[in-house]
């Protein structure tokens, strides 16, 4: 598979970084792990997207948490 996600994986992403608490977005959660397996990606791709969504997410860095920088 190609390295830049499909419009289709981000939605999925998305959907499951709206649905997953910020502690919660690692490599061994069970959701990430099958999301991963779903859309050809591997549970640490997965994660860092969703942790790169955090980092521009209002609520989280207005709560002084971040996620990856460079999203």
């Known amino acids: 598979m190609a390295d830049g996600w ?8 998305l959907r499951l970084y709206f649905e ?7 490599r061994s959660n069970p959701e990430i792990i099958e999301l991963a397996t779903r859309i050809g990606r591997t549970p640490s791709a997965v994660a860092m997207k969703l942790s790169n969504f955090a980092s521009i997410d209002p ?7 971040n996620g990856l920088s460079g999203a």
Request: no cysteine; charged share 25%.
């Open 6 to 13: 499909t419009r289709e994986q981000l939605f999925l992403a």
């Open 20 to 26: 997953t608490p910020f502690g919660k977005l690692h």
């Open 59 to 65: 609520k989280i860095v207005g709560s002084g948490r």
